[in-house]
């Protein structure tokens, strides 16, 4: 029984396998419109076997094709003669997109083996070399989608003209050579984060890394896109993973030491971000491994150790306003500490402290006076009032209240 079992399994497998659908390739080799021809193969892919999907989706290359040539014929005489010839835009702009779309599905069939084992693609050569016009028109296309907020479209488009790195139709294109490639990469992936298609958005971010004139924005959008698609465990686990992955290809990079650091504050795992802050000042020292360092020492209440950090990352950027003061607010924290273990009683290293506070506070009161980026005035007002300075701790009381 167990025998029979396997020979019908086996049995399906081939039927699957070699599954035909004639009718349907004939059908589709009798249309005109490039959306039914689409349409009527995405519907019958099921029953046709690989030379028939390559086949039937060649046939839709070739009417969107001659849809995209007689609409951009007409453009370009208008463009040249001045004149205004009534052509179908939209038609044209999908036309473009639909043929290079096609035109990458008919390779993937095109390029397995046939009955035979052997690999003998019918339709590689000519697609290749008839849709460079189309791809170039989905630049324009994108623009007009995008500046008129239809975002899911220009997502389409752009992303078009990028799908192409990497797949065996393009395998004869130097890429390197494509100067807008990454830019392009950089509107697909702000095309589709608008338009909340998270994992596409991510994926174009990251061939736009890859240009160093928008390497940073895209960067933005790959972790925007990556933190909305956090929504299980197994979401997480990829979200470190990858933020990991990015930040082991350059560990000098601050914003994913930040990334990371922040994950595993998150996850309240002190251990891995202690671990990690600590390599990181070993090995890449700045001015925000020093302020992480702090900030987690801060939180431990170790006020002598976080003064430290935070002198250091400020010697790296004496403008960083919220580093000063949580630099002021550990001073005043260890003068309280020093000042209660010595019965109530400031000692000079207290003193010295507060004085240092006041003097970093009144530097961040000079820079931000409505203190609409930290809320000095407090911490001021404690620091004037721990030290004895009656009269300008009172001058601030109208600030606290």
């Known amino acids: 029984m167990k025998k029979i079992m396997l020979m019908a399994v086996a049995a399906c497998m081939v039927v699957s396998a070699n599954a035909q659908n004639p009718d349907a390739v004939k059908k589709v080799m009798g249309l ?22 390559a086949k039937s989706w060649n046939k839709v290359v070739d009417l969107a094709l001659a849809k995209f040539n007689k609409e951009q014929e ?29 035109a990458l599905e008919c390779e993937k069939y095109d390029q397995l083996p046939n009955a035979k084992g052997k690999i003998k693609p019918k339709f590689h050569k000519a697609n290749q070399d008839r849709l460079n016009s189309a791809r170039t028109a989905l630049i324009n296309a994108g623009q007009d989608y ?7 479209a220009a997502a389409a488009a752009f992303g078009a003209y990028v799908n192409c790195k990497g797949n065996s139709l393009y395998s004869d294109f130097d890429f390197s050579k494509d100067q807008y490639l990454g830019q392009i990469a950089y509107f697909a992936s702000l095309a589709a984060y608008n ?8 994926r174009y971010a990251g061939v736009a890394l890859g240009d160093t004139a928008v390497a940073k924005d895209a960067m933005d959008i790959k972790i925007l896109s990556m933190k909305a698609q956090l929504k299980t465990k197994e979401d997480s686990v990829k979200y470190l993973n990858d933020i990991k992955e990015l930040y082991n290809q350059d560990p000098s990079n601050e914003r994913m030491f930040s990334l990371l650091a922040e994950y595993y504050q ?21 001015k925000m491994a020093w302020a992480l360092k702090g900030e987690s020492e801060m939180g431990d209440q170790k006020w002598a150790d ?7 990352s400020l010697a790296m950027d004496p403008e960083f306003i919220q580093v000063q003061f949580n630099l002021a607010l550990c001073q005043n924290n260890q003068a309280i500490t020093l000042k209660d273990a010595n ?11 507060l004085q240092e506070s006041i003097a970093n506070l009144n530097q961040i009161k000079a820079k931000d006076p409505d203190h609409l980026t930290v809320n000095w005035p407090y911490t001021l007002y404690q620091a004037y009032y721990l030290i004895g300075d009656e009269e300008n701790a009172k001058a601030l009381e109208g600030l606290i209240k």
């Open 266 to 286: 998150s996850v309240n795992d002190n251990a891995a971000k202690n671990a990690l802050i600590n390599n990181q000042v070993a090995q890449h020292p700045s």
């Open 146 to 152: 995008y500046n008129n907020k239809d975002f899911k």
């Open 32 to 53: 005109k419109d490039f959306k039914e021809a689409k349409s009527l193969v995405e519907s019958s892919l099921s029953s046709m076997n690989d030379e028939e999907r």
């Open 195 to 202: 338009s909340q298609d998270y994992p596409s958005a991510s």
């Open 343 to 353: 019965g109530g009683n400031l000692t000079p290293e207290a003193k010295g402290l």
């Open 306 to 312: 976080a003064i430290e950090s935070y002198k250091k």
């Open 74 to 102: 007409v453009m370009l005489t208008n463009q040249v003669t001045k004149k205004d010839d009534p052509y179908d835009k939209d038609g044209m702009y999908e036309a473009a997109r639909v043929a290079l779309e096609s």
